[in-house]
């Protein structure tokens, strides 16, 4: 196993753990964009295509038209594709401030914030509304739990739309399955498609779900 890719094997067993994940991601940030290109990882560019999708068939509007969150931003690899496929109105979250801080040197995002833990129940960082979601490389094993995504949807505008990548080890490894059922049964999120075992990383593939939000309070 090279050594980029035990680095990505490492966070996989942090446990969700607030501490361990900021420690981790802080001592990685300034080597994750050579390590997880060495390792193929095609994650952003397939999250930004998929937007793409949701801008012409479900919302209707151009990209640049568009309000996106980038939840889990890390180092901007997803806002930088998303910028090239013409969005505009990006803003960015994540737990760590050394990701976010190389994100904000992309230029690309309007609002970035550090310290958001999708594990647990925060006051929300920007205003809520958003049209659009993506959500890449997060739902991890290790880092963010299934019931993360309802804090997600919290952010999202009535009729906005998700769009989160699980690696196929997550989906397999966690109650992925069970937990998004009982969140489509409470209204909060209804799932519109998904892309299963699409491109993510060369050593496996991941599924990618895209889910309109209910008009349920959440
Ligand atoms: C594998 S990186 C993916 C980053 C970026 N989305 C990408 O595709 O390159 C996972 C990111 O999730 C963030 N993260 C880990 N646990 C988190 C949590 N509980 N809440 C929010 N973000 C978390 C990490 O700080 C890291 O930036």
């Known amino acids: 196993m090279s050594n980029s890719e035990s680095t990505i094997h490492a966070s996989h067993g942090l446990d969700g753990d607030t501490s361990k994940l900021e420690k981790y991601y802080a001592d990685w940030a300034s080597r994750y964009d050579d390590d997880v290109r060495r390792e193929e990882y095609g994650g952003p560019r ?7 999708m949701v801008a012409d068939s479900f919302l209707g509007r151009a990209p640049k038209a568009i309000r996106v969150l980038d939840a ?3 180092t901007g690899l997803a806002g930088l594709e998303l910028k090239r496929k013409g969005f505009e109105a990006i803003d960015g979250f994540d737990l760590s401030q050394e990701m976010c801080d190389i994100a904000n040197d992309t230029g690309v995002y309007r609002e970035l914030a550090a310290n958001v833990d999708l594990n647990v129940d925060q006051a929300p960082v920007f205003a809520r509304g958003y049209d659009l979601i993506v959500c890449c490389g997060v739902f991890t094993l290790g880092h963010v739990e299934p019931d993360g ?5 919290s952010y999202l505008s009535d009729g906005g739309y998700l769009i989160v990548s699980t690696r196929k080890s997550y989906f397999e490894g966690t109650d992925f399955d069970s937990a998004t059922a009982r969140i489509e049964a409470e209204g909060v999120l ?5 892309l299963k075992n699409a491109a993510y990383i060369a050593e496996e593939g991941a599924h990618y779900w895209i889910y309109r939000k209910g008009s349920k309070p959440n």
Request: hydrophobic letters at 55%; glycine letters at 10%; proline letters at 0%.
């Open 190 to 194: 209804e799932r519109v498609a998904t």
């Open 149 to 153: 995504l309802k804090r997600l949807a």
């Open 72 to 74: 889990g931003c890390g």
């Open 46 to 52: 397939a999250i930004a295509s998929m937007a793409v």
